[in-house]
């Protein structure tokens, strides 16, 4: 791998941490109107619990709405955790099609377990279905840590998206010391650009290893064939 790419991931790294600290986030009203927009949901914790579940509720409802407005749009729901024998996308669809959502559109992606998952395999199925446009669907807390990595995937994969926001109302505050929970936030956000950072390196230097190797195997086969 190349010094310049490390230090291109780095520098890129450190501005989009930077960056999250002002991103302006649509408030759970405001429903973006673009043409040839995805939705991505992310999941939450499924439970039978009234919390978790209302926050997931919330979730879907803002994406419910944004695809009333943007009809015919394609939803992905990320989400891989598994409980009482589903996983989240699961329950995600199948809330989108009992409240009206063409089964058709939407995209389950159901082997992430965390939000670093959560991009980086929405971003491989928006990549193969050659999508410009895609808005991101999570609660307000949550968004600015969500937006950074979608980010952050997308340009180290050098992949052009223009990435909206649409956040959804919580439904009971996470933490009563607001401060101390958005130091926590953003320490979650250095931490996972980090390792997509490192996991990216790593990808790289396996793939160069790869290249090495396949070069010098058709080196060898050439001189023996001579």
Request: charged share 25%; aromatic share 10%; hydrophobic share 35%.
């Amino acid at each position: 791998m190349q010094l310049s790419d490390e230090l291109y991931k780095q520098n890129l790294l450190n501005e989009i941490y930077q960056k999250s600290y002002t991103y302006n986030l649509n408030n759970y009203h405001i429903k973006p109107d673009i043409e040839n927009n995805i939705i991505v949901v992310l999941g939450y914790q499924l439970s039978k619990k009234d919390i978790p579940w209302n926050i997931l509720k919330g979730r879907l409802k803002t994406a419910l709405d944004i695809y009333n407005i943007n009809y015919g749009s394609k939803i992905i729901v990320s989400g891989g955790n598994r409980q009482y024998g589903f996983t989240e996308a699961e329950v995600m669809k199948e809330w989108l099609v009992s409240n009206g959502v063409s089964r058709s559109r939407v995209i389950k992606e159901n082997l992430s377990y965390d939000t670093v998952t959560n991009g980086l395999n929405s971003v491989k199925i928006l990549k193969a279905i050659k999508a410009e446009n895609c808005t991101l669907v999570t609660s307000r807390r949550h968004m600015p840590r969500a937006l950074a990595i979608f980010e952050y995937i997308s340009k180290i994969q050098n992949f052009n998206i223009n990435i909206n926001n649409s956040t959804s109302l919580d439904s009971y505050c996470y933490n009563k010391d607001v401060k101390e929970d958005s130091i926590i936030e953003r320490n979650s956000i250095y931490r996972d650009l980090s390792r997509i950072y490192k996991q990216s390196n790593e990808n790289s230097q396996v793939t160069a290893a790869i290249n090495i190797f396949d070069i010098r195997k058709n080196t060898i086969q050439k001189t023996m064939a001579s």
